[in-house]
């Protein structure tokens, strides 16, 4: 049945992890291999060339891996316009990766490229308008706003470290700074740098400095909080998430009644429109078209 296909090879997991994947780039896919003598290179047998089922195949999942659109090039796209895959890919280039433990405990990547047919791939690609293959990345209307927000996050933190000890200024009197002989000696130079770092980067807590003052300079800290919540009301704004829900189920609680219905009713339409038909479905039709999970009745279609 459904129900013990789906338990027996974790198909929500699967679903999931590459709903996740296929919103970093502009699409992703997921890797079925088959229990069929074939190669990955040629079409699983029981699907034709327009994606309809032929016989009655049997076929069984072996595995399935999720690849990120960075691993994978489409290699070849339907050219005929009276096929209902028209313009859809046929073939995929994917780079499939093995990792090794070395003997220092690292971890050492080696990888070879597959040519897989479009019968063994599930294709996903959210936020897809005008294209039929390609998607938006999910991030990409925001990214520079998240670049922003790592920039003043990285320089308040620079800026704590060099503006909360703001140093320190060594003030010579006025009649001696006038004089005609206030000129240091090398070695005074050298007693003055000595006590100074010993201040600054030691325990000492003191300076011993003669016809001299120590005079502290006010800190320069600013707090990066208003700077950091102007990028995040731009990037809930571009994404259309509620600024509250987008910091977290603890500012979520206080969100209003308003903001809870604009996200679940943004949720329900990405369920509604995308998830069920694009992913769930699209997996489920094609495990029954290689008979790996039984054609329900025409009534429960």
């Known amino acids: 049945s459904c129900n013990a296909f789906v338990k027996k090879h974790r198909l ?3 679903l999931r992890r590459a709903d996740e994947a296929s919103r970093v780039g502009r699409f992703g896919v997921v890797l079925i291999g ?3 003598p074939g190669a990955m290179s040629e079409p699983l047998a029981g699907i034709d060339a327009r994606g309809e089922r032929v016989g009655k195949p049997k076929w069984d999942v072996l595995f399935m891996r999720v690849v990120e659109e960075r691993h994978v090039t489409i290699a070849a796209v339907e050219s005929d316009d009276k096929n209902p895959r028209m313009g859809q890919p046929t073939l995929y280039s994917v780079q499939m990766q093995a ?3 070395t003997g220092l405990g690292t971890q050492a990547a080696s990888t ?7 019968t063994r791939i599930l294709h996903l690609a959210p936020n897809r308008r005008s294209n039929e293959v390609l998607g938006t990345p999910e991030l990409e209307v925001c990214f520079n706003r998240l670049l922003d927000i790592r920039k003043v996050l990285g320089g308040s933190a620079e800026m704590f470290w060099k ?5 320190l200024s060594i003030e010579a009197p006025a009649p001696v700074a006038g004089a005609t002989n206030a000129k240091f000696t090398a070695e005074e130079r050298s007693k003055l740098r000595k006590e100074i770092d010993a201040y600054s980067n030691g325990l000492q ?3 011993a400095l003669v016809g001299m003052q120590a005079k502290s300079l006010a800190p320069q800290v600013a707090d990066p909080t208003a700077h950091v919540t102007a990028h995040l009301q731009q990037i809930a704004i571009a994404k259309a998430v509620p600024l509250r829900v987008l910091l977290g189920s603890e500012q979520a609680q206080l969100a209003s ?5 604009t996200w679940n009713d943004r949720v329900a339409g990405v369920r509604n429109w ?3 038909p694009e992913v769930i479905r699209l997996a489920i039709d094609r495990f029954i078209l290689a008979g790996a999970i039984d054609e329900p009745a025409k009534d429960d279609a």
């Not at 070879?112 to 479009?118: A, G, L, Q, S």
């Open 12 to 14: 929500w997991s699967y």
């Open 34 to 36: 088959w229990n069929d």
């Open 99 to 101: 990792t090794q433990t």
């Open 112 to 118: 070879r490229t597959e040519t897989i047919h479009w």
């Open 163 to 167: 503006g909360a000890f703001a140093g």
């Open 205 to 207: 807590r003191y300076m």
């Open 257 to 261: 009644g308003q903001d809870k219905k």
């Open 274 to 276: 995308y998830t069920i």
